[in-house]
Nanobody
Framework: QVQLVESGGGSVQPGGSLKLSCVAS????????IAWFRQAPGKEREGISC??????YYAESVKGRFTISRDNARSTVYLEMNNLKPEDTGVYYC????????????????????WGRGTQVNVSS
């Protein structure tokens, strides 16, 4: 079955850290760009990071705090989140980015192929 499965979410206090995983199955992930999105309660889904075969990209809201990485041998992409803030609360999704992260290089749209089902992150004191 072709799918992406996120894990690693949870509840942390402000300033804490979490590391999310996105595991691909049913296809070879190493030739795909993988993007992370989040959706806060009552808000639209927003793109926060993307990793192509060579580089990682970040939205301004997470730059300097989040790090994206990939382990192709494990078909896994990670999102390490540090210095978490209450506004980071939401459901985090990974997805295949058919545009190879072009949104972060000036494009005005995402080109998403496959979505995961999400993992919840709560940041509160």
């Amino acid at each position: 079955q072709v799918q992406l499965v996120e894990s690693g979410g949870g509840s942390v206090q402000p300033g804490g850290s979490l590391k999310l995983s996105c595991v691909a199955s049913g296809f070879t992930v190493d030739s795909y760009a993988i993007a992370w999105f989040r959706q806060a309660p009552g808000k639209e889904r927003e793109g926060i990071s993307c990793i192509s075969t060579a580089m990682g990209y970040y939205a301004e809201s997470v730059k300097g705090r989040f790090t994206i990485s990939r382990d192709n041998a494990r078909s896994t992409v990670y999102l390490e989140m540090n210095n978490l803030k209450p506004e980071d609360t939401g459901v985090y999704y990974c997805a295949t980015d058919l545009g190879m992260c072009t949104y972060y290089r000036g494009s005005d749209k995402f080109e998403i192929g496959l979505w995961g089902r999400g993992t919840q992150v709560n940041v509160s004191s």
